[in-house]
């Protein structure tokens, strides 16, 4: 079965830090990726979308997609106590089943003030 | 002020009863999507709907059903057959079955003792 795999964490770091997630998915076809932010008891908040192989940067967030090496990651730049929460993975894993989004079970983090 | 909104916050059932959770969009969405989250555990596709009057099975469909009448509510009920119902249930929309941007809405947390 085609999965997305996250180091499940949890991560501390502290205020200021740069905070690195990181995802390894299973189907070579995939073509995109999609972190969500969740905060505990909330829902998951859509926060970065990647299409191509290489970085997109939006304000303190970096996502990094190699296609190669089927790894995808989120970087945080000068982490806030504002950015602790769960961090979930998640990317369209082929298969007769395109449309689908396959989850991570997210990485915890947490920033440290 | 669109978005996708879900009723109620908390549902406490006895087992062996029928519940129905509600979600509604305004985003003009086509595609949405029912998930189910348990602790530890990624988000589980329960059912999605492509548009109106037309719905899939997901990953876990069984002790589930929905229904699409109109394009803006996709109602979940839990039946008396799903074993395990305790759980967080989220709603999510995109604008197509192939865009996998996906959007959250708060989700109910439902409780069966």
């Known amino acids: 079965q085609k999965e997305v795999e996250q180091n499940s964490g949890p991560l501390s770091v502290p205020e200021g830090a740069i905070a690195s997630l990181n995802c390894t998915y299973s189907d070579r076809g995939s073509q995109s990726f999609f972190w969500y932010r969740q905060y505990s008891g909330k829902s998951p908040e859509l926060i970065m979308s990647?299409?191509?192989?290489g970085d997109k940067e939006d304000g303190r967030f970096t996502a990094q997609l190699n296609k190669a090496s089927q790894y995808v990651s989120l970087l945080i730049r000068d982490s806030q106590p504002s950015d602790s929460a769960t961090y979930l993975c998640a990317g369209p894993l082929s298969g007769g089943s395109n449309y689908k989004l396959t989850f991570g079970k997210g990485t915890l983090l947490t920033v440290n003030p | 002020d669109g978005g996708i909104t879900q009723s109620p916050k908390y549902l406490f059932r006895k087992e062996g009863q029928n519940v129905t959770l509600s979600c509604e969009q305004n985003?003009?969405?086509?595609?949405m999507y029912w998930y189910r989250q348990d602790p530890g555990q990624g988000l589980r596709l329960i059912y999605y709907?492509?548009?109106?009057?037309?719905?899939q099975k997901g990953d876990i469909a069984e002790g589930y059903s929905v229904s699409r009448e109109k394009k803006e509510s996709f109602p979940l009920t839990v039946t008396s057959a799903q074993k395990n119902p305790t759980a967080f249930y989220l709603c999510?929309?995109?604008?197509?079955?192939?865009?996998?941007?996906?959007?959250f809405g708060p989700g109910t947390r439902l409780t069966v003792t």
């Open positions: 709907s492509q548009i109106v009057n037309d719905f």
């Open positions: 985003l003009n969405h086509d595609a």
């Open positions: 999510a929309s995109s604008i197509r079955l192939l865009d996998y941007e996906q959007y």
């Open positions: 990647i299409y191509s192989n």
